[in-house]
């Protein structure tokens, strides 16, 4: 088994997105006319596609007939994680077969398995004849989470009701495995921070955000 690099963009896989119903996870892409297979990788989020030597072990052949049986590429969710999959084009050689490494990542995706709960809290410290406050913001997870699934809305006068509803604000760093505390920060006393989840449509992730 080799890989290499894409160089006909008629061997590109595109439109990759996640679909989590129940206890089953279907992907879904849109695949070129000359291909009849691919290779799926499956790997916990946490590590980088360049950490994983990519072989006949780590990776599952998927034909084109079978995605047509059932409507896309269908797996049991057995356990709560979250993983990155990749779609890999590949062809069959006389002598080898060729996975294609698409530097794009339209081929990637990242989808968290079963239903972890986020919990969050919102600490504020008025003080007295100032018109800031400090605010701290407290992230706890079950399980290591992505800097971009989360975000934070600031808006005046009233509790943001939507990422949309104010002014958004990226986190920093990754959040790990516990209790996750925030620099403290000012805002006028009249201004409002709420956590939302990103937009997650095409991870078809499946959190449960929820404030202490």
């Given at each position: 088994m080799k890989v290499?690099?894409?160089?006909?963009?008629?061997?590109?896989?595109?439109?990759?997105?996640?679909?989590?119903?129940?206890?089953?996870?279907?992907?879904?892409?849109?695949?070129?006319?000359?291909?009849?297979?691919?290779?799926?990788?499956?790997?916990?989020?946490?590590?980088?596609?360049?950490?994983?030597t990519i072989n006949e072990k780590n990776v599952k052949l998927y034909?084109?007939?079978?995605?047509?049986?059932?409507n896309g590429y269908v797996e049991k969710i057995r356990d709560i994680s979250e993983y990155?999959?990749?779609?890999?084009?590949?062809?069959?050689?006389?002598?080898?077969?060729?996975?294609?490494?698409?530097?794009?990542?339209?081929?990637?995706?990242?989808?968290?398995?079963?239903?972890?709960?986020?919990?969050?809290?919102?600490?504020?410290?008025?003080?007295?004849?100032?018109?800031?406050?400090?605010?701290?913001?407290?992230?706890?997870?079950?399980?290591?989470?992505?800097?971009?699934?989360?975000c934070y809305v600031k808006k005046k006068g009233s509790y943001p009701t939507g990422i949309e509803d104010g002014l958004k604000f990226q986190f920093p760093t990754d959040f790990h495995i516990g209790k996750n505390e925030m620099q403290s920060f000012e805002v006028a006393k009249d201004e409002y921070i709420k956590i939302f989840l990103n937009n997650v449509k095409k991870g078809g992730s499946k959190y449960i955000l929820k404030r202490k």
């Open positions: 290499r690099e894409l160089n006909k963009e008629d061997e590109r896989i595109t439109d990759l997105k996640a679909e989590i119903y129940d206890d089953t996870l279907t992907l879904k892409w849109k695949w070129q006319e000359a291909s009849d297979i691919v290779y799926i990788l499956k790997e916990k989020a946490s590590k980088s596609i360049e950490e994983v034909t084109k007939d079978e995605y047509r049986e059932f990155r999959f990749v779609v890999f084009p590949a062809r069959e050689e006389k002598t080898d077969t060729v996975l294609i490494r698409q530097l794009d990542e339209d081929n990637e995706i990242t989808v968290c398995m079963g239903r972890p709960e986020i919990i969050y809290d919102v600490i504020e410290n008025k003080k007295l004849f100032s018109k800031t406050k400090s605010v701290q913001l407290i992230v706890f997870v079950d399980m290591p989470i992505s800097k971009d699934t989360l």
